[in-house]
Nanobody, 124 residues
């Protein structure tokens, strides 16, 4: 199983980025997917999650209204559209897959498979 995250980079405050996570080695349509982030010295926390059928979502309070998670099971890809970025969004972003398809997990322990992370830096 491989989760390959990409799309991170350096962006100014107020800017936008789109992260992608290409999944191989499992049937994506059977998995809940999540994006987490981890800033230096901090814990890894949920940013957004999406159910296996793409109709149930979770967003952390800090990103709600600015970030959008989506998925294309046909393309084995999950996306995180990030708008109105703030300095405090700076972190390594990880995509993750969870086999409990009946809930959109909010904890690291809810997800069994993880990508390698992509760095997002918001700075002027």
């Amino acid at each position: 199983v491989q989760l390959q995250a990409s799309g991170g980079g350096l962006v100014e405050p107020g800017g936008s980025l789109r992260l992608s996570c290409v999944v191989s080695g499992l049937d994506l349509s059977s998995y809940t997917m999540g994006w987490f982030r981890q800033a230096p010295g901090e814990e890894r926390n949920i940013v957004a999650g999406i159910s296996y059928h793409g109709t149930t979502f979770f967003y952390s309070k800090s990103v709600k209204g600015r970030f959008t998670i989506s998925r294309s099971n046909a393309d084995n890809t999950v996306f995180l559209e990030m708008n109105s970025l703030k300095v405090e969004d700076t972190a390594v972003y990880y995509c993750a897959a969870g086999s409990d398809r009946w809930k959109v997990g909010r904890e690291v322990s809810d997800y069994e498979h993880w990508g390698q992370g992509t760095l997002v830096t918001v700075s002027s």
